[in-house]
C-alpha cells in the first residue's frame, strides 16, 4: 500500500497569535512555525501503519511557501519516504487545496490519504471532506482508530454522540483527530537521514488548478477581552442573572 | 510549577548572526552539519529536553535516588526518559561514526548540554558522564577496548563514571591508595574505595564503565605515578555479551544539598578486573582528556540552571501584582502593578539576563573553536582555537558557575517568600548549582589553573588568542555607530586585565603566594571582561542586523539595550578585583594560624 500524508505549516501551538495592525490577519512575521499537530498524528499514523508491514511507501506533500520544506524535513525525519512541496507563498482555501492534493493523489495513485482533519490556525474542518468528494472515495473522517480489516480499512470515528465504526473500501481518505496516537519525537539518525531523502518541489500551475480566492477577508480581530465576572449574594440573584442577563435559563 | 522554553531564537542568534556556525560544516568530516540540520536537530532535541527531561526535574529532586544493598534506584520516570532519549539517539550525536557514534561536530553537543541543563541536571549527568568515558576511551585506550566499550556508549546501554576521589584525597591525587596488580592474562586486579562518584550506581543501563584511577606496584607517590583503568559493572565476554559481576559495588549513596536524582556514590573494589587505558603512570594524561571536557559542561550546568531560573524569575516579575510603579500606576485595571516596573527588580532581571546571552556566546564560540581545533586544515589556526578553549576552559568552568549560582539566588528572590517554598521549584535550582562550584576542580583551583598553567603556558601564548583579537576589536570598532561608545570604557577595563597579569606575573614568579592571593580576583576579573567581550559582538551583530532591515527589530533591539546594561552596570565588577588583586598576599598570610 502506498500512503499520501498532506501536511501544513502552521503558526506554533505554543506561541501566542496575534492580530496584524490592518487587521488583514494573524501576524506570521518573526513568529515560530511548525508542523500543524493533527498533520503530525496523520504522519504517526501513517510511519506505525508502515512499520506494522501494512505500507510500502510513504509520501508528504504540503502546500506552502518554500520555508514549508522544514516542515517536510521533519515528516521524512519522523519516517516518510519522500516529499513534494507545492510551493505558493499566498493563502490557499480548502477547495484549492483539495483540488491540488487530487492532482497529485492523480499523479501518486496511493491507495490511502491521511491528513488532519483541520488546521489549527484556518481550523476549517473541510480539506478532507473535499478531497474525497472530488475523488469520489470513501471518508473517515475524526478518526480515533484506523484497523486494517481484510480489503478494508477500519476507521472509529469520533462524533458528537460518541463513537461510530465505519468500514471503507479502498482507497479512502482519512482525517485524523487528536486521540488516534501520540506523534513520536525524530531520532536524531533519522533527522540526519531526513536530509538525503527526495524532495521535489512544484508549482499549482503544474496541476493546472486555479487558486485564486473566493473569499474575501474583511477584517480580523482579537477576541473581546473576558471582564472580571462578580460575585452573586443569594441563589436568587444568581437565578435572576441566569435568566434576565446571560438569557441561559 | 516552573515552565521550561528552550530559548530557540536566542540560541539561533548567537550560531547564525554572531558567530558563523556555517564555518563548522566547511571543516571536514562536519559537512553534514549545515545551518539548517543544526536547526533541525536543536529543534528536536528542545522538545525532548521540555516534554520529556523537565517534567521529571522538581518529582525527581523530591523523590531522589534509593539504595538497598548495592542497588541503586533513579527517580520514577527516569528509566522510561532515559530509554526515550537513546532510542532517539542522543547519546551517539558526537561520538565517532566507526565506533557507534553520529560524527557531529562539539558544538551542537554544547548547544544540547545548555538545554538539557535547564531541563534537568541531573538527569543531564548520566549521559554526561558517559560522554567523558567515551572521549577517554577514544583518545588513550586500545583497539580492543574501542571495539568493545565505545559503541555500547554510544548507543547508551552502558555507561560511563569518573572514579577519582578517594576518602582522604580529591585535588592532590597523588595521594591517592587504590591499588593494580596486574595479572597473568594483561588485565589488572584492583583494590580500593572512591567517593562522590556521580552515577557510580544506577537501573538506566546494562553495564557501567568505570574509569578509575589507581596506582600499580612501585609506582612513585606523585600524580606521576597514576594509571588508568576501565573497570566494567559486569565483564564483558569474547562475544561482547554481559558476563559475570565484577568486584565494584556501591556501598552507599550520599544525601546531598542538591542533584537529587544523580546518584552520587561510595564505590568500592575488591579485585576489580580492569584494563589499563593509555600508558602506565599516564593515568593523570589521559584523565585531564575528560576533565577538561568535563570542566566545560559543569561551566554550562551553571549557564543552563541560570537559564532556567531566569526563565521563571521573569515569568513572575510579570505576573506578580504588588503595590504601583514609583512614578504612577502602570496597570490600572488590575489591583496592582506587576513587580517588573520597579527599577530594583529590572536591575536583578537584567543582571541575569545580560550575564546569561553572554554567557551562552562564549560557551557556544569555545564549542566552535574547539571543533576548528580539531579539524581545521591549517596547524597554526588549530594551535590558535586549542589556546582558546584552554585558556577559557577555567574561566568557563569557574565564572559561569559562580554567576549560575549569583542568578539562581537572585531569581529565586524575585520571588520573595515564594522563592523560599519548595513547591515553586526555585529553591531547587539555588541547591542544583552550588555543585557545580565544587566539582571538577572547586572554583579555586579553576583559579589557580588559570594563573599557575594556563597564564605562562608557552611563554604567554595561550593569552595571546584572548588578548590579540580582542586589542584588535577594540581598535577596529572605536568609531562604530553602535558601539563606538563602549570601547573607551571596555579599552580600559582590558587594559586593566593586562595590568594584573603582568603584576601577577612578576610577582608570582618571586612569590607563588602572590601568584595564589591574586588567582581568585584575577579569574574574576576575566570574566567579567570576556563576557563584556560577547557583549560588544552580539550588539554588534544586532546592529548590523538593524541596519539591514532583517528580522524582528525588537529582538535586536534588546540585545543593543542588554549590552549597554552590561557594560555600564556588570563590567565596571572588575574594577573591585582589579583592586583586591593589587594588595598582594600579605594582608592573606599577616595572621597567624591561631589568630583566625
Not at chain 2, 460 to 478: C, N, Q, T
Request: a negative charge; charged letters at 25%.
Amino acid at each position: 500500500m502506498k500512503i499520501l500524508v498532506a501536511v501544513k505549516r502552521v503558526l506554533d501551538y505554543n506561541v501566542k497569535a496575534r492580530v496584524k495592525s490592518d487587521q488583514s490577519g494573524v501576524d506570521l512575521s518573526n513568529v515560530k512555525m511548525s508542523m500543524n499537530p493533527f498533520c503530525e498524528i496523520a504522519v504517526e499514523e501513517a510511519v506505525r501503519m508502515k512499520e506494522k508491514g501494512l505500507a510500502e511507501e510513504i509520501i508528504t506533500v504540503s502546500i506552502g511557501p518554500s520555508q514549508a520544506q522544514e516542515t517536510l524535513r521533519t515528516s521524512l525525519a519522523m519516517g516518510a519516504d519522500r516529499s513534494i512541496l507545492i510551493e505558493i507563498d499566498e493563502n490557499v482555501e480548502p477547495l484549492a487545496v483539495a483540488k491540488l492534493l487530487k492532482g497529485v493523489v492523480e499523479k501518486e495513485s496511493p491507495n490511502l490519504v491521511i491528513m488532519g482533519k483541520q488546521s489549527i490556525d484556518g481550523d476549517n474542518n473541510q480539506t478532507g471532506q473535499m478531497l474525497a468528494a472530488l475523488l469520489g472515495w470513501g471518508q473517515g473522517t475524526f478518526a480515533s482508530k484506523v484497523e486494517k480489516d481484510g480489503d478494508q480499512l477500519k476507521v472509529t470515528r469520533e462524533v458528537d454522540g460518541g463513537l461510530e465504526t465505519v468500514g471503507l473500501k479502498l482507497p479512502a481518505v482519512v482525517t485524523t483527530d487528536l486521540r488516534l496516537n501520540e506523534p513520536r519525537y525524530a531520532s536524531l539518525p533519522n533527522i540526519m537521514k531526513a536530509k538525503k531523502k527526495p524532495l521535489d518541489t512544484m508549482a499549482p500551475s503544474d496541476f493546472g488548478v486555479d487558486v485564486s480566492p473566493r473569499v474575501v477577508t474583511l477584517k480580523v480581530t482579537e477576541p473581546p477581552k473576558r471582564e472580571a465576572g462578580i460575585k452573586v449574594e443569594s441563589v436568587e440573584q444568581l437565578v435572576d442573572k441566569l435568566q434576565n442577563e446571560a438569557k441561559v435559563i | 510549577m516552573p515552565q521550561y522554553k528552550a530559548p530557540i531564537e536566542n540560541i539561533n542568534f548567537i550560531l547564525n548572526d554572531v558567530f558563523n556556525v556555517e564555518d563548522v560544516a566547511k571543516l571536514e568530516g562536519y559537512e553534514e552539519a549545515t545551518p539548517d540540520m543544526v536547526e533541525a536537530i536543536i529543534g528536536e532535541g528542545a522538545r525532548i529536553c521540555e516534554d520529556v527531561l523537565f517534567p521529571l526535574n522538581q518529582s525527581g529532586d523530591q523523590e531522589g535516588c534509593t539504595w538497598d544493598d548495592g542497588v541503586v534506584t533513579t527517580p520514577k520516570g527516569f528509566k522510561e526518559a532515559y530509554d526515550t532519549y537513546i532510542q532517539n539517539g542522543w547519546t551517539s550525536m558526537v561520538a565517532h561514526p566507526e565506533y557507534g557514534g553520529q560524527g557531529l561536530p562539539q558544538i551542537v553537543q554544547v548547544v544540547m548540554e545548555e538545554m538539557i541543563c535547564s531541563a534537568n541536571m541531573s538527569f543531564g549527568m548520566y549521559p554526561g558522564l558517559s560522554k567523558g568515558a567515551y572521549d577517554a576511551i577514544y583518545m588513550h585506550g586500545s583497539e580492543q577496548l574501542k571495539e568493545t566499550y565505545l559503541p555500547k556508549l554510544a548507543e547508551g546501554t552502558w555507561s560511563g563514571t569518573m572514579c577519582l576521589t578517594e576518602p582522604h584525597c580529591g585535588t592532590d591525587l597523588g595521594q591517592i591508595k587504590t591499588k593494580a596488580v596486574p595479572k597473568d592474562d594483561g588485565s589488572y586486579e584492583i583494590t580500593g574505595t572512591k567517593i562522590f562518584i556521580s552515577a557510580g550506581e544506577h537501573d538506566l543501563t546494562e553495564n557501567i564503565l568505570h574509569l578509575v584511577l589507581a596506582k600499580l606496584p612501585g609506582a612513585p607517590d606523585t600524580t606521576r605515578g597514576i594509571s588508568l583503568f576501565l573497570v566494567p559493572k559486569f565483564n564483558v565476554k569474547s562475544d561482547g555479551t554481559i558476563g559475570d559481576r565484577n568486584g565494584i559495588k556501591c556501598g552507599s549513596i550520599e544525601h546531598k544539598m542538591g542533584i537529587h536524582a544523580n546518584a552520587t556514590c561510595v564505590m568500592n573494589l575488591d579485585d576489580a578486573k580492569g584494563f589499563l587505558v593509555g600508558k602506565p603512570n599516564e593515568g593523570m594524561k589521559a584523565m585531564f582528556t575528560m576533565m577538561n571536557m568535563a570542566r566545560l559542561a559543569v561551566g554550562m550546568q551553571g549557564l543552563g540552571l541560570a537559564e532556567i531560573a531566569y526563565q521563571n524569575a521573569l515569568v513572575y516579575a510579570k505576573d506578580r501584582l504588588q503595590g504601583r510603579g514609583l512614578d504612577g500606576t502602570k496597570a490600572p485595571d488590575k489591583p496592582a502593578d506587576p513587580i517588573i516596573v520597579h527599577p530594583g527588580v529590572r536591575l536583578e532581571l537584567l543582571r541575569m539576563k545580560s550575564v546569561i546571552e553572554a554567557g551562552r556566546a562564549l560557551t557556544y564560540y569555545t564549542g566552535i573553536r574547539e571543533d576548528i581545533a580539531h579539524k581545521h586544515p591549517d596547524a597554526d589556526v588549530r594551535q590558535e582555537a586549542a589556546d582558546w578553549v584552554a585558556l577559557m576552559t577555567p574561566v568557563i568552568k569557574a565564572h559561569l558557575t559562580d554567576m549560575g549560582y549569583d542568578i539562581a539566588t537572585r531569581a529565586m528572590e524575585v520571588y520573595g517568600g515564594h522563592g523560599f517554598i519548595q513547591e515553586w521549584g526555585m529553591e531547587q535550582y539555588v541547591r542544583d548549582v552550588e555543585i557545580t562550584k565544587i566539582y571538577e576542580g572547586t572554583n579555586g583551583i579553576q583559579a589557580l589553573d588559570l594563573v599557575g598553567r594556563k597564564m605562562g603556558q608557552n611563554t604567554g601564548r595561550l593569552l595571546r588568542s584572548f588578548f590579540h583579537p580582542v586589542l584588535e576589536f577594540i581598535d577596529a570598532h572605536k568609531d562604530h555607530a553602535e558601539i563606538g561608545q563602549y570601547m573607551e570604557a571596555f579599552g580600559k577595563s582590558v587594559s586593566k586585565l593586562q595590568n594584573a597579569t603582568i603584576t601577577l606575573a612578576t610577582k608570582g614568579l618571586k612569590n607563588p603566594l602572590e601568584a595564589g592571593a591574586g588567582a581568585k580576583d584575577y579569574l574574576k576579573m576575566f570574566g567579567v571582561i570576556s563576557l563584556g567581550y560577547m557583549q560588544l559582538l552580539m550588539a554588534k551583530a544586532a546592529h548590523e542586523k538593524i541596519e539591514a532591515g532583517a528580522g524582528d527589530p525588537k529582538f535586536y533591539d534588546a540585545k543593543l539595550k542588554c549590552c549597554r546594561y552590561y557594560i555600564e552596570r556588570v563590567l565596571p565588577e572588575h574594577y573591585s578585583a582589579y583592586h583586591a588583586l593589587l594588595t598582594g598576599a600579605d594582608n592573606l598570610m599577616a595572621l597567624s594560624e591561631d589568630q583566625f
